[in-house]
């Protein structure tokens, strides 16, 4: 059975740091891009960033670059974002999810999400 399990979510303070895990069991991430997606409360799905199969690309939406980082390792079947200097804007659930062959931005398999609450 495929699966994607994030965690690492939590409350923490603005301008705080947290280390979002995604681990994959049932298949092997090697083949696939992977992709962090973000909901804030009452909004829609937004693309956060993704990373190719090797991690030697990685895409990231305007409003986390410089903030977020992704990363991968394989060996471990598993997806990293590392969030610093974090904003209450950046509250949301935090969803991992594999690439569509040839995309970056559409995805298949999905985690069930971690919350990340950024508040004083």
């Known amino acids: 059975e495929v699966q994607l399990v994030e ?3 939590g409350l923490v303070q ?6 979002l895990s995604c ?6 991430i090697d083949d696939y ?3 962090w997606i973000r909901q804030a409360p009452g909004k829609g799905l937004e693309w956060v960033s993704a990373i190719n199969w090797s991690g030697d690309t ?3 939406a305007d409003s986390v670059k410089g903030q977020f980082t ?7 079947n598993t997806v990293y974002l590392q969030m610093n200097s974090l904003k209450p804007e950046d509250t949301a659930v935090y969803y991992c999810a594999t690439g ?3 995309s970056w931005y559409a995805y298949n398999y999905w985690g069930q ?5 950024v508040s004083s």
Not at 14 to 19: A, C, F, H, T, V
Not at 70 to 76: P, V
């Open 7 to 9: 965690s690492g979510g």
């Open 14 to 19: 603005p301008g705080g740091s947290l280390r």
């Open 23 to 28: 681990a994959a069991s049932g298949f092997t």
């Open 33 to 35: 891009v992977m992709g």
């Open 58 to 60: 990685t895409l990231y």
């Open 70 to 76: 992704i990363s991968r390792d394989n060996a471990k």
């Open 100 to 102: 569509l062959p040839g």
């Open 113 to 117: 999400g971690t919350q990340v609450t």
